[in-house]
C-alpha cells in the first residue's frame, strides 16, 4: 500500500477565494488522481495528474476551475479557484501504488464548505 | 459506458450478525475489476476487497467475502461477524482492465447496532 497525507482536512472558505489542496506519498508513484464527492454523494473523478505533463481532466472539470499541479512523483496540489457554495464538497486525492495496476489508495480526503 | 447500481442507500445490522451488500454493474467489458470501499465518517476511503473478473474464485479478506456472479453482473458483499467499526458508507465501484478510472456506485450507508 501506500501511505497518503492530505492538508488541509478542512477549510471553511469565503465565495471568490482560492483554496489549494496537497496531496503527498510515501513513495513514487506515477499516477495521481482527484476526485470531488459533494455532500450525500459518490466519488467524481476531476483529472488524472502524471508527473511532467499537463492534467487530464474529465468531462465538466476545466483547468481554469481546477488547477492542479505535480511537480514529481510523490506530490500532487488541486487548486479550487474562484470558490462558490456550490464547490462545498469533500476532495479526495488517490494514487495507483508502485507496482500495482488497477488498484487506488485514498487519502483521507479535504471537507471544503465555502460560505 | 459503465454504470454501477446500489440499490440500498441504508442498511442495518446486528452487532456479530452476517450482512450483505448488494451491488449490480452494467459493461460490455470482457476484463475488469471490481472492488468494495468503505468510507467510515472519518472520510478515509478503504479498500476492503478486491475482484478480478477473470477469476470465478471469489474474492475473501478476513470476514469480508464476495458473491460475483459475472453473467448476472452482480458482486454483492458480505460482512460476517459485523462489529462497531464496520459502521461506514460502502462503495461498490468498477474499473476496466485497460483503465485507470473508477465507476462508482451511489453508496450503501450500514450501521452496525450493538
Known amino acids: 500500500s501506500a501511505v497518503i497525507s492530505q492538508k488541509p482536512s478542512r477549510d471553511i472558505c469565503q465565495r471568490g477565494t482560492s483554496l489549494t489542496i496537497q496531496c503527498q506519498v510515501d513513495s513514487q508513484v506515477t499516477m495521481m488522481f482527484w476526485y470531488r464527492q459533494q455532500p450525500g454523494q459518490s466519488l467524481t473523478l476531476i483529472a488524472t495528474?502524471?508527473?511532467?505533463?499537463?492534467?487530464?481532466?474529465e468531462s465538466g472539470f476545466v483547468i481554469d476551475k481546477f488547477p492542479i499541479s505535480r511537480p514529481n512523483l510523490t506530490f500532487s496540489t488541486l487548486t479550487v479557484s474562484n470558490m462558490s457554495p456550490e464547490d462545498s464538497s469533500i476532495y479526495l486525492c488517490?494514487?495507483?501504488?508502485?507496482?500495482?495496476?488497477?488498484?487506488?489508495?485514498f487519502g483521507a480526503g479535504t471537507r471544503l464548505s465555502v460560505l | 459506458a459503465q454504470t454501477v447500481t446500489q440499490s440500498q442507500p441504508e442498511m442495518s445490522v446486528q452487532e456479530a450478525e452476517t450482512v450483505t451488500l448488494s451491488c449490480t454493474y452494467d459493461?460490455?467489458?470482457?476484463?475488469?475489476?471490481l472492488f468494495w470501499y468503505k468510507q467510515p465518517p472519518s472520510r478515509q476511503m478503504i479498500l476492503v476487497i478486491r475482484?478480478?473478473?477473470?477469476?470465478?474464485q471469489n474474492a475473501t479478506e478476513n470476514r469480508f467475502s464476495v458473491n460475483f456472479q459475472k453473467a448476472a453482473k452482480s458482486f454483492s458483499l458480505k460482512i460476517s461477524d459485523s462489529q462497531l467499526g464496520d459502521t461506514a458508507m460502502y462503495f461498490c465501484?468498477?474499473?476496466?482492465?485497460?483503465?485507470?478510472?473508477?465507476?462508482f456506485g451511489t453508496g450503501t450507508s450500514l450501521t452496525v447496532i450493538p
Open positions: 495528474a502524471n508527473q511532467g505533463s499537463e492534467a487530464t481532466y
Open positions: 459493461t460490455s467489458e470482457s476484463n475488469y475489476y
Open positions: 475482484q478480478e473478473a477473470y477469476k470465478q
Open positions: 465501484a468498477f474499473m476496466k482492465n485497460t483503465g485507470n478510472q473508477f465507476y
Open positions: 488517490s494514487v495507483e501504488p508502485p507496482g500495482l495496476k488497477n488498484i487506488q489508495y
